[in-house]
């Protein structure tokens, strides 16, 4: 007889979409763990941020978001934005009521490490920075529970040092002039300081900050890559590819640009992908 | 309830909590960024956002502030009255952008291209199944 599995949304939220591997290989862990969690983000189920500046349309795309994810019969959204997930909290669901239970994907993934430990095998020789944010951490202890999901992987090493970013992750900081280069000049002292060599993001927005630090010397990965690496689990991350090549269109492809319209790929991809480093 | 009632609602109920001390200020690592605020000192910031929340016009220091936090949150066990700071900020910036129909008073940052370009990403990153299916 087939065992009942537990049932989830997992909303990834709006900017992800420039990480498919990781939205992808996020859902694989959470259903190697034993949550069958549906991936759903995307403009259409948008926690109203964007529009921030105007409460009646903010109010309008949560509650689209909310009535979907309620309708879907699942009891529990678990989350991958720090600001999905705060919104949620702090103005959607206190405004539209919700049938479901809201984690964090740390907190999940952390809670049933006993079946994510037997996944991680291959070792992954690093020596790892942890870029932790004081931000989110105080509603879910993220930093830690990383950090104690990170310490699964056999032959890495976590490094230890006081540094932690101002805000909640890094797109916070760069509507700051001046922030986000201080917080990553401060994350490489730290890392020279400690001796690593890899930098682990946990937030999508700090890894497409921080993919181009790679100019330094260093490694940029998501916590999420190192999992699957350990896993022996095909997770390219193709991102960082094209954001550190020096033709980011030749790094992307033309068969890849055809597929995302050439029009779209000019005017909405290229000046990101050509945005120069910030340190 | 409508967001514009929440806002509305719990502004006014931290701001009669608030005493203005100004701890959330000084605890900040923001306020670098924040023009005018290291003069001003953290009681009067802290007052010129309290009054944002009284539907008041705050202060130029106060504004800039509000416009420099990036939800660190450390203000929050900072508040010696057990008030929830960074929400108090979150409800000041949304006031402060003119989300209730006022006009903003400080930078709105609203990419206009922001649907296109996650949709454009999503479909460099994700197969058409995975579009239609996780979108």
Known sequence: MAVARDQAVFWYGCNMTRHGEVIRTTARLLDAVGLDAAPSGGPANCCGSPK??????????????IEKFNATGRGTVVTWCPSC?????????????????????SAVLHARRDRLRPLLLRPVPARVFLHAHLGFNGRVPVNALVAEVLRLIPGLTLVEHPYRAPGHMCSALSGVPGALADAQRATLAAMAETGADTLCTIFHSCHREGVALERHGVRVMNWIHLLAESAGWEAEDGYKAWRNAADPRAAVGEAQIAAAGEVAFERLVAPELAKPPMV | MTLIEHIRGESARLAALCTACGACVEACPMTRYAAGVEAAGPGVVAAGMRDVLRDGPGTPEALAWIGACTRSGVCTPACPEGLDAAFMLRLAQWRAKGALGEPPRIRVKEDTQYSPKV??????TLTEEEQAKWL
Request: aromatic share 4%.
């Open chain 1, 52 to 65: 921030d500046a105007n409460a009646r349309i903010n109010e309008g795309m949560a509650k689209r978001t």
């Open chain 1, 85 to 105: 997930h705060m919104n949620m909290q702090d103005s959607m669901a206190p405004v539209t009521p919700t049938h479901f239970e809201t984690v964090h994907v």
């Open chain 2, 119 to 124: 949709k454009a990403f999503a479909r460099l």
